[in-house]
């Protein structure tokens, strides 16, 4: 998975402004390549400090727009407020098979960590992913 510096500071950026709050938002991209093209932030309409919720109609508009761009939705992100960048049990659930998830671990003093996760299958392990920042 390839994301420029540009887009993983604009991640660091959404998940401090967000804090203490989880920020979250969809990955767009193209899947051939796993290459990151755009991010877009959606409002955590849960307005949690320890869970997110994504609205389903905006979301439906972003994956309009992207399909009628030739692009796909490469994944999903979040962050953990005062938490580790790693998958909750919730976050395991409800991961979609091949789709990459970038959680950001932010706290008082900003962003701490940014790693990445995947699942080949619904009964698969989630595994963390490598990605590079050009």
Known sequence: M??????????TEISE???PNEACGVLIGNNSTNV???????????????????????????EKW???HGKDIVGFFHSHPNALAVPSSQDMQFMIPKLSY?????????????????????????????YQVE
């Open 2 to 11: 390839e994301i420029s510096k540009e887009l993983f500071l604009k991640l």
């Open 17 to 19: 402004i967000i804090y």
């Open 36 to 62: 990151i093209e755009s991010v877009v932030e959606l409002e955590n309409i849960l307005d949690s400090t320890y869970k997110f919720e994504i609205d389903s109609f905006k979301y439906l508009k972003v």
């Open 66 to 68: 992207a399909t009628e």
């Open 102 to 130: 970038f959680i950001s671990s932010v706290d008082e003093t900003g962003l701490r960590q940014i790693k990445a996760y995947r699942k080949s299958s619904i009964d698969s392990e989630v595994t963390e992913i490598k």
